[in-house]
């Protein structure tokens, strides 16, 4: 006999974790279904251990996927880390937990979005956030996701604001999480201060629901099934439920909603019928709802690294990445195991974020950003044309890093890294599935570094991230420059062979089911409903029109919360 519930959500990551929990508590009478292909691994100290973060990269609880050759990268593939586990990609990610700039959420509304902006958005946010601490910056204090300032912060980090303070920069200690951003500060990171683990979707939502909530884990969705009825404007679609991969139908009584992430749920749309007529008839599906938007508009972080060898005598977190057998990781691992102050509790601490004025070099890059995209009739290129004249908003983030994050591999000894991360790189590529093989892994083309702005900011960002890396305090921890090394790397010629050779993705997709009017390519309207049916929504960071200056776990804890209280509200 089949399956029935009222709410069927698809994948158990960060959004669609929050939203089952808070659609159990809201709808206490409705019959949730939660579905995720990965399993849940609550116990899994790789997940749990703060300092033990990007180790579940490249294992089975993570998807793997890869992006096509990008021709601006000399034709390398780019790796597409997503968490294939109960909590997704929060149970992946580096617990960096911060806030964009006010007027980047605010842009939702006005991109045609009735009901979003900032208002919208940090009243969602701080309402999924747990703060421990005291300081005079916007937070939430009562909801299920933990964080508080790093306990453990390596000497040599003291060092960022006074370095980088001398070039100008505002200290922004403390008051960034509230809409402005900008200046060079520490920031909070997603750990449970009572415990000093991870806090994520699966361990700080999920244990809130109700009994009205079923999680089926390592249960894959294959599509969602859609039936075409009239109504008096002419036809509409309505899903009726999901198949999974095994053949196994659940019915949908009242809605689906697809929380499969910026990577995957597009694709679920597509195999379902909706999306590019093309797409899909190459891939021989029938198209039900040709919408154009679907898979596009797909926009990622491009970041760099400039490493440096540290003088012998001051420390870093090294050798408890990298040599986790040695005595001083073994020790520090029993001390998290037995509940006492351990470095195993180090993430990433200090951060800057900052517009082109304080680089110096804003009239070029507006001048190249508008010679470039001044005659875009794309609205998101608009957008981001905007965001460059208003200095609230930050063009570059840096991260300085107590460890080595390099790209040509670890050969040993002790780093501090600048990581330069473009924060609105004009680069709109996609995600479609693959025509050969619609249910496997699909096609990702982000377009990286495709135009001289991306290049040009990426390279400019690396340029400065050096300026810091020069000045004192900084200047005297520090040795070499590994990466990519004063000697071999000095002309913006040079800078630009090396950007090519070695940027990466910073992990942060968003975009390809964009909440934006049809005619501009949207796939959702404001209630994310997905045009043209009735009761098919999608509620996880593909619905965000324009790439925020943030790591963006906040926003998908928002987006679920705004979700919540709308689908509770209309029921
Ligand atoms: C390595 C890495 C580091 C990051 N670092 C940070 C950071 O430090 N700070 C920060 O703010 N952000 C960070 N991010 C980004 C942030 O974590 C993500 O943007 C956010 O978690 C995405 O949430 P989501 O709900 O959109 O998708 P996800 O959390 O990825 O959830 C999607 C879920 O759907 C499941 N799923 C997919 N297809 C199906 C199917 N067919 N059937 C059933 N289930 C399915 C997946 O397994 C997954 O659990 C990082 C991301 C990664 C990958």
Known sequence: QDESYDYIIVGGGTAGTALATRLSRGLPKSKILLIEAGPAALDDLRINVPGLRGSILGSSLDWNFTTVPQPSLGGRSIDVNRGRVLGGSSAMNYLCYDRASAPEYESWGELGSRGWGWKTMIDAMTKSENFTGHDNDKHGFTGPIRNYYNRVIYPVLQSWQPAVSKLGVNVNDGNSMGGHPIGVMFQPTNIDATKHTRSYSANSYLPLAGGNLVVKTNTRVAKVNIIKYRDKGGSLFRATGVTLTGGQIITAKKEVILSAGSVQSPGLLEVSGIGQAAVLKAAGITPLIDLAGVGENYQDH????????????????????????????????????????????????????????????????????????????????????????????????????????????????????????????????????????????????????????????????????????????????????????????????QWLAYAKKVAASFYHPVGTCSMLPRKDGGVVDADLHVYGTTNLRVVDNSIIPVIPSAHIQTAAYGIAEVAAASIISEA
């Open 302 to 493: 491009i970041r760099m690294s400039n490493t440096y060898q540290l003088r012998p005598g001051i420390d870093s977190f090294d050798n408890l990445i990298f040599d986790s057998a040695g005595a001083n990781a073994t020790g520090e691992m029993q001390k998290w195991l037995s509940g006492e102050r351990s470095l195993y509790e180090y993430t990433t601490a200090a951060y800057g974020f900052m517009n082109w004025q304080q680089l110096g070099v804003d009239a070029q890059m507006k001048s190249l950003a508008r010679n470039t995209f001044g005659s875009s009739a794309n609205v998101i290129d608009a957008k981001k044309l905007q965001f460059l004249d208003n200095p609230r908003v930050p063009s570059v983030e840096y991260i300085f890093e107590a460890n080595y994050v390099g790209a040509s591999g670890y050969t040993g000894g002790k780093f501090i890294t600048l990581i330069s991360t473009v924060m609105h790189p004009f680069s709109r590529g996609s995600v479609h599935i693959d025509p050969k093989d619609p249910f496997g892994k699909p096609v990702i083309d982000p377009k990286f570094l495709s135009n001289p702005y991306d290049q040009r900011a990426l390279i400019e960002a690396a340029k400065f991230a050096r300026r810091i890396a020069n000045m004192e305090p900084i200047k005297s921890a520090w040795e070499t420059e590994t990466e990519p090394g004063e000697a071999d790397v000095q002309s913006d010629k």
